[in-house]
């Protein structure tokens, strides 16, 4: 597990300038890998390539120093993250006659490539970000997972093109400070992140998953191409007892691929389905007692019961860890920051904070993560049915009336997500002409709040066009749909990238046994009633398992773990808070309609109306805005 940083000068730069430029991209994610660093640059008449990484050192500790080459010396990798299938392909390579100089899995990444091109991407199971220099055709190569586990981010920007696993790596050195990219800041404003191919500044961007770039030395110019293609969701006609069994073998086996590892593993144990499934799993495969690890809020409800009763079930070895108010000021600017980018996912908080204290036991950490995408596990996947019914009983008119007047019978001073806040969220999501989704999965503003807070310098409407052309379908109403959407934005773009900048801001890795393409496509050819049947989510996920569990444990409703943000937005980030909302600074800024986000504001910190999120979302841009944007 690493990072990596690349450079293309279009021009014959020496090899101490490229060198310098590379040491300063690699210094900016030591946290990434603090094990060990390496380089590689070549020189050409009219252009020069330099490529570096930094290693946390997770599977063949003694000999995986990259960068690796051939043997000839013309074709060299650097690489960050795991592929797990790489004992398997290893030994097919070996078998037709390869021979290897180490044990990693960079190497066999290499050596496939050697035999197969870029066909050879296919056959990788794992998450991953790496690029190839291929000198016998001319060609550089730049690839990133089937997820999109691990990041990537390139630019293409006058006379040189960058790539780096992340965006500070890339913008610290451009010649001149890039602007803030109005798509970027409108998908953040909704999502509370940025999903590839986006980010932040205009022209740099995210390469999507399950994608990689070719580039051509030869005339500088470059194309992206999909790695696999994806199986076409159709149920096939298979028992429930028989696509059970099918289940249980397959998540077995993923958590055993991920198991692989010379150093201590251990999982994060929140109580829920997934990560207690996984954990479960994990205790079967280890003779010794396993490191399961739980975190939660003083002044906030978790899953704590939950996580020790798995914990007790599996005799692990369980650290269960509690946090304040006072752990957040000490270190909510490094863990903001360290996005590079405006992130207001609230969950941030508490996995960089579990991962801290993980970082202490163990090196890698399995999660459960992915779950709810794979097998159907979020709450909002019920909008549909909810749309349909409400949608054939209430008359367009009718619902007007109560949205407007939710505005005021739902309202709350609280910050939580309870009955209140899931109503009127599924209100202003409900759309007669089928476009519900899009709003649902908007967790700060929809469309027309977005639309009145935002100065007409900076708002932009039809966001989400381009990911219904890739969906290729413009009305997305079935679970189907609404998982292929969490997968191309909410997975990539939040809960992955959440993961990884807080996981690897601590030097730890972690690994998501439910992200497995095997998988994937196999749960895509289930009938839907399988992972949803009726109100019961995750159904066959939890039918594969319960008998593991105590009676009906699996059937215990999700508490979720927020971190309680609204609360302090009014305590201990309240003067910086307010210091975003002076009204000198928002007419020098330009970006918000000043008038409505005070007023926004202000009535969340008087505790007029609870607007927890949509003031959060503001205030993790605006620190970015004034930490990193300015300061650049």
């Not at 940025?194 to 470059?222: D, G, M, R, W």
């Not at 609404?482 to 773009?493: A, C, P, Q, T, Y």
């Not at 202000?602 to 993790?620: G, Q």
């Amino acid at each position: 597990m690493c990072g990596i940083n690349g450079i293309i000068t279009k021009y014959n730069q020496s090899e101490v300038d490229i060198k310098n430029t590379l040491h300063k991209m690699n210094n900016l994610i030591i946290h990434r890998g603090p094990d060990e660093d390496g380089f590689v640059t070549k020189q050409n008449e009219d252009f020069s390539v330099g490529m570096a990484m930094r290693r946390l050192s997770i599977i063949d500790l003694s000999s995986g120093r990259q960068p690796i080459y051939s043997e000839d010396k013309k074709i060299v990798i650097v690489f960050n993250g795991e592929i797990y299938n790489f004992k398997i392909l290893k030994a097919e390579l070996e078998a037709s006659g390869v021979k290897f100089k180490t044990t990693s899995d960079t190497e066999v990444i290499l050596k496939l490539y050697e035999q197969q091109g870029v066909e050879a991407f296919k056959k990788l199971d794992g998450m991953y970000g790496f690029s190839i220099y291929d000198q016998n055709i001319n060609k550089l190569f730049i690839a990133r997972d089937f997820f999109g586990e691990k990041p990537l981010y390139y630019t293409n920007s006058g006379n040189q093109f960058l790539w780096a696993s992340e965006l500070k790596s890339i913008v610290n050195v451009l010649d001149e400070k890039p602007k803030i990219s109005k798509k970027g800041l409108n998908l953040f404003l909704r999502l509370t992140y940025i999903p590839a191919p986006y980010s932040i500044y205009e022209n740099v961007s995210k390469l999507e998953a399950n994608h990689y770039i070719e580039y051509n030395f030869e005339n500088h110019n470059f194309k992206i191409h999909k790695i696999q293609q994806e199986i076409t969701p159709k149920p096939q006609n298979i028992s429930f007892k028989d696509a059970k069994k099918d289940v249980r073998d397959l998540v077995y086996e993923s958590v055993e691929s991920r198991s692989i590892a010379d150093v201590p593993l251990g999982t994060f144990l929140s109580g829920g389905v997934d990560s207690s499934i996984v954990s479960l799993i994990l205790s079967q495969l280890n003779d010794k007692k396993i490191e399961t690890f739980s975190i939660g809020f003083h002044d906030s409800s978790d899953e704590s019961n939950k996580a020790r009763t798995v914990a007790d079930l599996i005799k692990s070895n369980h650290h269960e860890f509690k946090i304040g108010e006072d752990d957040l000021k000490d270190n909510i600017h490094e863990i903001l920051m360290n996005f590079d980018e405006p992130f207001s996912d609230t969950a941030a908080l508490p996995t960089y904070f579990v991962s801290n204290k993980t970082k202490d036991y163990v090196k890698v950490a399995l999660t459960g993560d992915g779950g709810d995408e794979i097998f159907g596990g979020y709450n909002k996947y019920y909008v549909g049915k909810m749309n349909t019914r409400y949608t054939s009983v209430i008359p367009k008119p009718l619902h007007k009336v109560l949205l407007k007047s939710s505005e005021t019978l739902l309202a709350t001073n609280r910050d939580r997500r309870g009955k209140r806040f899931k109503i009127k969220k599924m209100l202003k999501a409900v759309d007669y002409d089928g476009n519900y989704y899009w709003d649902i999965i908007s967790l700060a503003n929809t469309e027309s709040e977005l639309e009145e807070i935002l100065s007409s310098n900076y708002y932009e409407n039809n966001l989400f066009s381009e990911y219904k052309d890739i969906l290729g379908n413009d009305k997305i109403d079935t679970l189907t749909d609404f998982r292929h959407v969490d997968k191309i934005l909410s997975l990539e773009g939040g809960m992955l990238a959440k993961v990884d900048r807080t996981s690897m801001q601590n030097s730890l890795e972690c690994r998501a046994p439910f992200l497995n393409k095997k998988l994937w496509d196999y749960t895509n050819t289930l009938p839907e009633d399988y992972l949803m049947k009726g109100w019961n989510k995750k159904h066959i996920l939890k039918e594969a398992f319960k008998d593991q569990f105590p009676e009906q444990f699996l059937e215990i409703s999700k508490q979720g773990f927020g971190s309680p943000v609204g609360n302090w937005l009014k305590s201990s980030l309240q003067n910086e808070l307010e210091s975003y909302i002076e009204p000198k600074y928002l007419e020098e800024q330009d970006i918000f309609n000043s008038d409505k986000i005070i007023s926004l504001v202000r009535n969340h910190l008087d505790s007029k109306r609870d607007s927890t999120f949509r003031v959060w979302a503001f205030y993790c841009f605006q620190k970015w805005y004034s930490n990193i944007y300015l300061n650049q």
